[in-house]
């Protein structure tokens, strides 16, 4: 009998997301052939939905599985929250450690003792950056006052508060629109964001805070995995293997072109020296402190061993 899976994103048909999303049903179709009907929406946005409507749709069953931050989760498995550590992990190689070590395998068990969902990959959700409409932003001072979109997560507007900004939590789908019209004067999000959905031609100064690398879980219907043949969930398992090490690799050249890009548009790109980053982390450092301190021990001995697994 074959077996349908309904696949489904946000992004357009350029972003790393998609392309290792389209990578993933490429492999599976080639693997398994006709045992399988892989099905793959890239975009619900596009249909009137709001981005976070994939968790939704994938926890009832209408889709079987979606990609999508970790950070809206964390009301319902706040462990996930160890990956909200604002300044706390400094490159994208001791990030995918933890991802890939015991601590990553510990959360996918407790999410699925949680909720309705199975992790079945961690993917590559961007290096999270400031972009700011007025000025540049330099140092914990320059925020002072302004509106920050960031996501819908209270870990994440506590970090900003701290440092002076007035946080407001924005679905991505409304996100363009409350940056053209001035609804915020700043945004967080990954450089492929500032860019494709066209972020900097209103936000004209870029800070490379680096404060954060996003982490988006490939999300499954629980249910739906479990009544799958042991072959598919196999071949599953398989491709997505490969799609992550593409997404990854999409990522980082991601970083790079849009890097780029926003500099032949005339973006002010702010580089920010040891001494400056470390002035941002020390203005949040309560907060963080504090929110680490909600985790039992075991966890945070597995986060800072992952961490410790990948030399500087």
Same mark, same amino acid.
């Given at each position: 009998?074959?077996?349908?899976? =309904? ?18 049903? *490429?492999? #599976? ?5 006709? +045992? ?13 939905? =709001?981005? +976070? ?26 462990? #996930? ?30 999410? %699925? ?6 992790? #079945?990959?961690?993917?590559? %959700? ?7 409409? @007025? ?8 925020? =002072? ?23 407001? +939590?924005? $679905?991505?789908?409304?996100? !363009? ?12 999000? !990954?450089?492929?964001?500032?860019? %494709? ?13 680096q404060h954060l690398l996003g982490v988006a879980p490939?999300?499954?219907? =629980? ?17 997505? @293997? ?11 050249? *991601? $970083? ?15 580089? #920010? @020296? ?7 982390? +020390? ?9 680490? @301190?909600?985790?039992? !021990?075991?966890?945070? *001995?597995?986060f800072n061993a992952d961490l410790a697994?990948?030399?500087?």
């Amino acid at each position: 009998m074959k077996t349908t899976i =309904k696949f489904a994103g946000y992004q357009g048909e350029q972003s790393v997301h998609t392309r290792a999303a389209n990578h993933f049903c *490429e492999v #599976l179709r080639h693997s398994v052939g006709a +045992a399988i009907d892989i099905q793959f929406e890239p975009n619900i946005v596009r249909h009137g939905f =709001k981005a +976070a409507d994939l968790l939704t749709k994938t926890e009832s069953g209408e889709l079987d599985g979606c990609y999508f931050s970790s950070s809206y989760l964390v009301g319902r498995v706040p462990e #996930l929250g160890l990956f909200d550590q604002h300044f706390a992990v400094p490159d994208r190689r001791r990030a995918y450690a933890i991802l890939d070590g015991a601590l990553g395998q510990r959360l996918a068990t407790l999410v %699925n003792q949680a909720t309705g969902f199975t992790i #079945l990959a961690y993917w590559d %959700n961007g290096l999270r950056h400031i972009s700011t409409a @007025s000025h540049a932003v330099r140092q914990p001072g320059d925020c =002072k006052g302004l509106k920050i979109r960031t996501l819908k997560n209270e870990q994440h507007q506590r970090v900003f508060r701290a440092l002076g900004f007035d946080p407001m +939590a924005i $679905d991505v789908r409304d996100l !363009p629109e409350a940056v053209a019209n001035h609804t915020v004067d700043a945004q967080e999000n !990954p450089l492929t964001n500032i860019y %494709n959905f066209g972020l900097h031609k209103t936000h004209r100064h870029v800070t490379l805070t680096q404060h954060l690398l996003g982490v988006a879980p490939v999300f499954f219907n =629980k249910q739906a995995v479990a009544a799958w043949p042991d072959n598919i969930k196999l071949a599953v398992t398989r491709a997505l @293997s490969e799609a992550t090490a593409e997404q990854r690799r999409f990522a980082e050249e *991601e $970083d790079t072109l849009c890097l780029q890009a926003l500099e032949s548009d005339g973006c002010e790109i702010i580089t #920010l @020296s040891d001494k400056e980053r470390a002035d941002f982390s +020390a203005a949040t450092d309560s907060v963080v402190a504090q929110y680490r @301190s909600q985790f039992k !021990p075991g966890l945070i *001995e597995l986060f800072n061993a992952d961490l410790a697994n990948v030399s500087a």
